[in-house]
T-cell receptor
Framework: DADVTQTPRNRITKTGKRIMLECSQT?????MYWYRQDPGLGLRLIYY???????NKGEISDGYSVSRQAQAKFSLSLESAIPNQTALYFC??????????????FGPGTRLLVL | GQQVMQIPQYQHVQEGEDFTTYCNSS?????IQWYKQRPGGHPVFLIQ?????EVKKQKRLTFQFGEAKKNSSLHITATQTTDVGTYFC???????????FGTGTRLKVLA
């Protein structure tokens, strides 16, 4: 969905480096999520935020941290990247009311390779 | 913790054949969603089911939510090449606020 953008779209980094993936949305949604996708494992939730002051760990938060700088921005950081963090990362947003309540809108994804 | 499994992991069908993917949760769900991800793309919402035993249709797609609200299925009638992609279910357990995605079923349609 063009209303949810992720930068960068592709990133190659080395083991031990700190990197940040950014997500921005213009949908006005309060809820934002970070997932990683690995072949055969589906989408796994890393962190989620229900508003600027609310941050929650998902299924696989170890090795990751997040920052909700504003309603529209949610960043994912890898403090010290390791090869098994090589994956496709998706940001998503959802609303809390209306007909599309709880529908998740995904960004285009960031493909990360850790060497 | 909550787990959501999908079967099969892969399915190849001839164009015109039917296709079904099944989703099973280890815990009772409040609701379940289905998403489709085209090759190289991102997941796109298809539908949400909330009621026990609910059945919803979208053209050739039929979605069911089990009576016990622990399983769901997506059935596609007479597949077309445009149906190619990976189909994910995502369930929200009762009393929680996050969705757990299934492992996905990757569909290939042979023309």
């Amino acid at each position: 969905d063009a209303d949810v953008t992720q930068t960068p779209r592709n990133r190659i980094t080395k083991t031990g480096k700190r990197i940040m993936l950014e997500c921005s949305q213009t949908k006005g949604h309060d809820r934002m999520y970070w997932y990683r996708q690995d072949p055969g494992l589906g989408l796994r939730l890393i962190y989620y935020s229900f508003d600027v002051k609310d941050i929650n760990k998902g299924e696989i938060s170890d090795g990751y941290s997040v920052s909700r700088q504003a309603q529209a921005k949610f960043s994912l950081s890898l403090e010290s990247a390791i090869p098994n963090q090589t994956a496709l990362y998706f940001c998503a947003t959802s609303d809390t009311s209306g007909r599309a309540k709880e529908t998740q809108y995904f960004g285009p994804g960031t493909r990360l390779l850790v060497l | 913790g909550q787990q959501v499994m999908q079967i099969p992991q892969y399915q190849h069908v001839q164009e015109g054949e039917d296709f079904t993917t099944y989703c099973n949760s280890s815990t009772t769900l409040s609701n379940i969603q289905w998403y489709k991800q085209r090759p190289g793309g991102h997941p796109v919402f298809l539908i949400q089911l909330v009621k026990s035993g609910e059945v919803k249709k979208q053209k050739r797609l039929t979605f069911q939510f089990g009576e016990a609200k622990k399983n769901s299925s997506l059935h596609i009638t007479a597949t077309q090449t445009t149906d190619v992609g990976t189909y994910f279910c995502a369930g929200r357990a009762s009393g929680t606020y996050k969705y757990i995605f299934g492992t996905g079923t990757r569909l290939k349609v042979l023309a």
